[in-house]
């Protein structure tokens, strides 16, 4: 599995992809971009509520990384997100229970091209673990311990993901503009000649 810096990567990609249209709910009540984004980070990382209570319990195996990541437990949980919202609003059920589907899903995508034991995708139909035969992700390796040489090379893979992400992030509208402006450019061009 990433680290939570995948994850949060991730889900500010998916804030700054959205923010051209403001969330004017959000599952709480709240308003506003850094509670939207807080909000859009926080559906970035909830499949990983599973971790709680094996970290209370001291067995993180037994909880993490199972039925929580499938895709059923996404759409159940993108229904639930979008349902709180519609009924504290009254509004805006479609839009967040898209925002979590692929936020909640994206992280599943991500935990499945990681190196480890797999994801359980089709749960509740099948236990079975699936796993790519390439991995993006170097992951978490926890049962190494931390002060490894395996976390220098998982903070290394996630930050140059992390990196190429916002710099993509930042590029496009640039590019977009230019691209724009050259269209402008030429159709102006054009306008003049006789």
């Given at each position: 599995?990433?680290?939570?810096?995948?994850?949060?990567?991730?889900?500010?990609?998916?804030?700054?992809?959205?923010?051209?249209?403001?969330?004017?709910e959000?599952?709480?009540?709240?308003?506003?971009?850094?509670?939207?984004l807080?909000?859009?980070?926080g559906?970035?990382?909830?499949?990983?509520?599973?971790?709680?209570?094996?970290?209370?319990?001291?067995?993180?195996?037994?909880?993490?990384?199972?039925l929580?990541?499938?895709?059923?437990?996404?759409?159940?949980?993108?229904?639930?997100?979008?349902?709180?919202?519609?009924?504290k609003?009254?509004?805006?059920?479609?839009?967040?229970?898209?925002?979590?589907?692929?936020?909640?899903?994206?992280h599943?995508?991500?935990?499945?091209?990681?190196r480890?034991?797999?994801?359980?995708?089709?749960?509740?139909f099948?236990?079975?673990?699936?796993?790519?035969?390439?991995?993006?992700?170097?992951g978490?390796?926890?049962?190494?311990?931390?002060?490894?040489?395996?976390?220098?090379w998982?903070?290394?893979?996630?930050?140059?993901?992390?990196?190429?992400?916002?710099?993509?992030?930042?590029?496009?509208?640039?590019?977009?503009?230019?691209?724009?402006?050259l269209?402008?450019?030429?159709?102006?061009?054009?306008?003049?000649r006789?």
């Amino acid at each position: 599995m990433p680290s939570p810096i995948a994850h949060i990567a991730v889900g500010y990609a998916i804030y700054r992809i959205c923010r051209s249209r403001p969330l004017q709910e959000t599952p709480l009540g709240m308003d506003g971009s850094i509670r939207s984004l807080a909000a859009i980070v926080g559906l970035s990382l909830l499949p990983d509520l599973d971790a709680i209570p094996g970290l209370l319990l001291g067995d993180l195996d037994s909880f993490h990384n199972n039925l929580t990541h499938s895709i059923v437990a996404g759409v159940v949980a993108a229904l639930a997100i979008g349902g709180i919202v519609w009924l504290k609003n009254r509004t805006s059920f479609v839009r967040w229970f898209n925002l979590t589907l692929i936020s909640y899903q994206l992280h599943i995508l991500m935990d499945f091209f990681t190196r480890g034991r797999g994801v359980m995708l089709f749960w509740p139909f099948t236990e079975e673990r699936f796993e790519p035969a390439i991995k993006l992700f170097y992951g978490v390796q926890r049962s190494r311990g931390w002060l490894t040489m395996d976390h220098v090379w998982m903070l290394f893979n996630e930050l140059l993901f992390a990196g190429a992400l916002l710099l993509i992030l930042y590029l496009f509208p640039r590019v977009n503009n230019y691209l724009r402006r050259l269209e402008a450019d030429r159709d102006w061009g054009l306008g003049i000649r006789d």
